[in-house]
């Protein structure tokens, strides 16, 4: 079979097509065969030495997948072949197939296409986790959302207005506002280029947001806990800006406010249950027709490199999918 092999971490530059053996099942492991694997910024760490988890040499990139049940260990049951499915597996995603823990597959149904459900698992998962677990938002609250063109924000403002809650984007530029308005925001706030503290305040009629969703650092990250209003949950999504900020603490308890920090993955492990009522409400959303996550592009495995130049330059306006024939 094909893999997208990391073998050195200098980055998705450094990424070889190669052939391995196909894997070999452990008990309660079933085969899939990979149609489709969403990638993310993540890819671009991970391929680096730099992201919260960090895999022997040499691996495959590739956390969310989706395809079709090759075979089943023996005697595993609730999983079988023929079986359309999607799960998140960390990183081996970018190979023809993987081996995966029966427990971690989520049937897919007919109507959901396998390049949105290879999308899912971690901006959208990533979404709801911050947003019912963390942020327990509720309807009619006010959301701000930084980065949010990108997948992760754009996930954020989707799933905020599902859930019936008031979405302020924060973007960089005049076309990333209108991207974010595309996608369900009520209104767009353009940074850099403007006080994100009275411009959110403004637009709550001086109340501040209920919630942020942060997903990009840096210097945006202290004016917004200063735009939260009473009682206000501070999400810690990401840092997209590459700088970790410092925040004082007496903000958080002006505002009788909390800080949160949102690791999707590492809740994944400790709270399956919870993940998979998540995943299984957004997949509904999806076959409803409410929920249509957008793909920026798809590409061959081949073109693995390509495609996480794209999340490297941030370029992606939604998606960036692999697909395997």
Known sequence: ??????????????????????????????????????????????????YQYKPELPFAPGAEIAGVVEAVAAGEMGISPGQRVMAYVNWGGAAEKIAVDAQALMPLPD??????AAGLSVT???????????GRLSEGETVAVTGAAGGAGQAAVE???????????????????????????????????????????????????????????GQAAEPMVRAL??????????????????????????RGAEMAG?????????????HRANMLQLLDWVAAGRLSPRIHATYPLEHIVAALGVLERREATGKVVVTIE
Not at 111 to 116: G, I, L, Q, T, Y
Not at 242 to 249: A, D, R, S, T
């Open 111 to 116: 109507d959901v296409p396998m390049a949105v």
């Open 1 to 50: 079979m094909k893999a997208a092999l990391c073998k050195s971490l200098d980055g998705p530059q450094s990424l070889v097509i190669e052939r391995l053996p196909e894997p070999v099942l452990k008990p309660g492991q079933a085969l899939v065969n990979v149609k489709a694997v969403g990638l993310n910024f993540a890819d671009t760490l991970i391929t680096r030495g730099k």
């Open 262 to 274: 949102v690791f999707w993955g590492e809740s994944v492990r400790r709270d399956p249950a919870r």
């Open 124 to 134: 959208y998962g990533t979404a709801m986790h911050g947003l019912r677990d963390r």
């Open 229 to 254: 209003a009473w009682q206000g949950r501070f999400l810690v999504v990401g840092f997209a800006a590459g700088e970790i900020p410092k925040i004082p603490l007496n903000l958080l308890l002006l």
């Open 159 to 217: 799933i905020a207005k599902l859930m019936n809650a008031r979405v302020i984007a924060v973007a960089s530029s005049p076309e990333k506002c209108e991207i974010a308005i595309r996608a369900g925001a009520d209104t767009a706030i353009l940074h850099p280029g403007g006080d994100l503290k009275s411009e959110i305040r403004a637009l709550t009629g001086g109340d501040g947001a209920d919630i942020i969703y942060d997903c990009i650092g």
